[in-house]
């Protein structure tokens, strides 16, 4: 059995990759499942049910025998535990290539595209097998997610003419409308905890011998968050103490089309790293792979 998975706190691509990357391989004649790295958020939840496709086992650990396709990370900060002693066999994402190393021949695709799931596509196209409707629908929705209604720097062209593509395979016509709907489940804060928002969107990265946390949360109005603003940088504090340089939150107003960057660290660290502004406030930035992780990595790396 290979297991398909993504990264931990996974996101709607993590999850929607990992069932689609296990669709072709089992139509190629490998026994596969998907699996996930953790809880799903609201935002996955809804297109799972929207689509009527259920949700993946979440996989804790895995072990010295276990075979593993690994989706949308390569990191293994990112990685479930474990993966440093497991049989890696294939690799697919659209982020800078990480740390993981493997022990055997593997099936790599990585393409600096919008969406990890926009790459699946190609790997089905490349191997001539036609997409279920089901997991169309999950990959569509997996690319409005992580271009954000194409939106972000990291749309590219390829990842619409995917959503034209994946939209007619599972009869979807008003993807903008979809993609509204989806970040409205995505961006609800109400009565949730500072952990559980903090933790929505939350990676791990390791720069220089450091670790360094980002977490996203993308609202359509920063107003929401506005007042949970305490809460959220005393659960950062939290995640610093625990072992981490800095712990940086993205609160990105996808109306607006900007970010208001929180961050607990050394003084004067963010302004240092990403240009004095006036409370936090980058307009224009959305993409944390693209904007904020390569910024990151020249100051520390
Ligand atoms: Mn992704």
Redesign the pocket.
């Known amino acids: 059995m290979i297991y398909v998975v993504g990264h931990k706190s996974p996101?709607s691509?993590?999850v929607c990759?990992a069932i689609a990357v296990a669709e072709l391989k089992k139509l190629l004649g490998f026994e596969t499942e998907a699996r996930v790295a953790g809880e799903l958020n609201s935002e996955t939840k809804f297109i799972l049910e929207k689509f009527g496709v259920k949700a993946p086992k979440v996989l804790k650990s895995v072990g010295l025998k276990d075979e593993v396709i690994l989706v949308?990370h390569s990191d293994l900060s990112q990685a479930v535990d474990g993966m440093k002693d497991a049989m890696i066999v294939g690799l697919v994402d659209?982020?800078k290539l990480g740390d993981v190393t493997t022990k055997v021949p593997i099936e790599v695709l990585i393409r600096p595209l919008g969406?990890?799931?926009s790459v699946v596509k190609g790997l089905f196209d490349y191997y001539g097998k036609k997409i279920s409707k089901g997991t169309a629908g999950l990959m569509l929705c997996?690319i409005l997610s992580?271009t954000v209604i194409f939106r972000s720097p990291t749309c590219t062209d390829e990842d619409k003419r995917v959503v034209k593509e994946l939209s007619k395979i599972c009869g979807i016509g008003e993807v903008e409308s979809l993609g509204m709907e989806m970040f409205k489940v995505k961006s609800e804060v109400e009565g949730k905890s500072a952990r559980d928002l903090v933790a929505r969107d939350y990676k791990d990265f390791e720069m220089g011998g450091k670790r360094i946390g980002v977490g996203q949360l993308e609202v359509v109005d920063l107003g929401m968050v506005e007042g949970k603003r305490l809460e959220l940088l005393k659960e950062m504090e939290r995640l610093k103490v625990e072992g981490r340089e800095a712990v940086f939150l993205m609160l990105t107003d996808i109306m607006k089309e900007g970010t208001m960057l929180l961050y607990v660290g050394r003084e004067g660290l963010r302004d240092k790293v990403f240009g004095k502004s006036k409370d936090g406030w980058y307009k224009g930035m959305m993409s944390r792979k693209k904007q904020v992780i390569p910024k990151l990595e020249e100051y520390f790396g």
């Open positions: 996101d691509d993590s990759s949308d659209h982020h969406c990890c799931a997996a992580d």
